[in-house]
């Protein structure tokens, strides 16, 4: 028992020696003197003029952190203002324990003054609009747009393809296809149906859709779509796109010879015939673009929202070869991947 008591006071020591220690480092380095090769490297890295003009600020306990206030970015070349980028203030706090084993758990992450917000993905566009009223925002990856749409400060470009883009592949790829089978959730996706439904109609298309509430509506759902479907269109809903309900319905799509249009590759890897994908690079340079207007001049709200421009596509030739579907050696050469 002394022998666990001992110990347990050593161990109690010795945190609150690392305790202290990581308490005193900030206030013993003067982290201000490191402020000319930080300047030094960014500009030298970026090519441009890069400075801190505020205080800088280290903290270790109890949360690793560093804080820093006017920092500017010079203008590439040819560009109207001297400042591409300008911050008033950044602060940002991560646990110290997590970070240890390169686990970051962001606590505080605040900027003050920015010119231009790039929110990339649906989460972080959401948080950034709720957050965020002045400042302009760019949102990228985002699939649903009307929140977008309804913020008078955010632009941003869809990961959706137009309507016209989704028909008219359609129709490369299945030519001979007319009906077009779809699950969908009312609640979630009626306004895309309506859509949908009219502008198949400019293609020679019929829409046949299917409301599910619920995931028990599937089945009954899709044994209607398989009397009268000539390919079934999974498009982004909650309900139907389940990994439950996908399995459902490619095992659907084989027993009755009917070709799935999957929402992603990885749709096309487990079975559907082949899905319209996004060229990333291309999309970060439309919202760059955007970014560049905005910053000129434009307002958020003129650039709008866009979708993306390039379109890319994945084939499962297997499935193809399963359902006896000749795809042309183009249309197969043409493929981003196939499987």
Same mark, same amino acid.
């Not at 960014?42 to 400075?51: E, L, Q, T």
């Not at 009223?133 to 869809?158: D, F, H, K, M, Y």
């Not at 796109?241 to 096309?268: E, Q």
């Given at each position: 028992? =002394?022998?666990?008591?001992?110990?347990? %006071? %050593?161990?109690?020591?010795?945190?609150?020696?690392?305790?202290?220690?990581?308490?005193? %480092?900030?206030?013993?380095?003067?982290?201000?003197?490191?402020?000319?090769?930080?300047?030094?490297?960014?500009?030298?890295?970026?090519?441009?003029?890069?400075?801190?003009?505020?205080?800088?600020?280290?903290?270790?306990?109890?949360?690793?952190?560093?804080?820093?206030?006017?920092?500017?970015?010079?203008?590439?070349?040819?560009?109207?203002?001297?400042?591409?980028?300008? $911050?008033?203030?950044?602060?940002?706090?991560?646990?110290?324990?997590?970070?240890?084993?390169?686990?970051? /758990?962001? /606590?505080?992450?605040?900027?003050?003054?920015?010119?231009?917000?790039?929110?990339?993905?649906?989460?972080?566009?959401?948080?950034?609009?709720?957050?965020?009223?002045?400042?302009?925002?760019?949102?990228?990856?985002?699939?649903?747009?009307?929140?977008?749409?309804?913020?008078?400060?955010?632009?941003?470009?869809?990961?959706?393809?137009?309507?016209?883009?989704?028909?008219?592949?359609? /129709?490369?790829?299945? *030519? /001979?296809?007319?009906?077009?089978?779809?699950?969908?959730? *009312?609640?979630?996706?009626?306004?895309?149906?309506?859509?949908?439904?009219?502008?198949?109609?400019?293609?020679?298309?019929?829409?046949?859709?299917?409301?599910?509430?619920? *995931?028990?509506?599937?089945?009954?759902?899709?044994?209607?779509?398989?009397?009268?479907?000539?390919?079934?269109?999974?498009?982004?809903?909650?309900?139907?796109?389940?990994? $439950?309900?996908?399995?459902?319905?490619?095992?659907?799509?084989?027993?009755?010879?009917?070709?799935?249009?999957?929402?992603?590759?990885?749709?096309?890897?487990?079975?559907?015939?082949?899905?319209?994908?996004?060229?990333?690079?291309?999309?970060?340079?439309?919202?760059?673009?955007?970014?560049?207007?905005?910053?000129?001049?434009?307002?958020?709200?003129?650039?709008?929202?866009?979708?993306?421009?390039?379109?890319?596509?994945?084939?499962?030739?297997?499935?193809?070869?399963?359902?006896?579907?000749?795809?042309?050696?183009?249309?197969? =050469?043409?493929?981003?991947?196939?499987?």
């Amino acid at each position: 028992m =002394k022998a666990l008591k001992w110990l347990l %006071i %050593i161990a109690g020591s010795v945190l609150v020696l690392v305790i202290a220690v990581l308490l005193l %480092i900030p206030l013993f380095v003067d982290v201000e003197k490191y402020k000319p090769e930080i300047e030094k490297q960014v500009s030298s890295a970026v090519g441009r003029p890069f400075a801190i003009k505020g205080q800088l600020k280290l903290s270790l306990f109890p949360w690793a952190g560093v804080a820093f206030s006017d920092l500017y970015l010079g203008s590439p070349p040819g560009y109207k203002e001297k400042d591409f980028l300008f $911050v008033k203030s950044f602060d940002v706090r991560m646990k110290l324990l997590p970070l240890l084993s390169k686990d970051i /758990q962001v /606590q505080r992450f605040v900027i003050e003054g920015p010119k231009i917000v790039l929110a990339v993905g649906t989460a972080a566009t959401d948080l950034t609009l709720r957050k965020i009223t002045g400042a302009p925002v760019v949102a990228c990856l985002v699939l649903r747009t009307e929140r977008i749409e309804q913020a008078g400060n955010a632009a941003g470009v869809s990961l959706e393809f137009p309507l016209e883009t989704q028909f008219a592949w359609l /129709q490369r790829i299945l *030519p /001979q296809a007319r009906t077009v089978g779809v699950l969908y959730n *009312p609640a979630e996706n009626q306004r895309r149906i309506d859509a949908a439904v009219q502008t198949a109609k400019r293609f020679g298309l019929r829409i046949d859709a299917e409301p599910v509430s619920s *995931p028990k509506d599937v089945p009954a759902a899709l044994n209607s779509l398989a009397k009268r479907a000539d390919v079934l269109w999974c498009i982004p809903d909650a309900v139907t796109l389940s990994a $439950v309900i996908s399995k459902n319905i490619l095992l659907f799509s084989f027993r009755n010879s009917i070709p799935v249009i999957g929402p992603s590759p990885a749709w096309v890897k487990a079975g559907a015939l082949y899905s319209l994908d996004w060229d990333y690079a291309d999309l970060g340079v439309q919202c760059g673009e955007m970014a560049v207007k905005i910053l000129a001049g434009a307002s958020p709200a003129s650039v709008g929202v866009a979708s993306p421009r390039r379109v890319q596509y994945t084939l499962n030739l297997a499935t193809a070869r399963q359902m006896k579907l000749d795809l042309p050696d183009a249309l197969v =050469k043409g493929a981003r991947q196939t499987f």
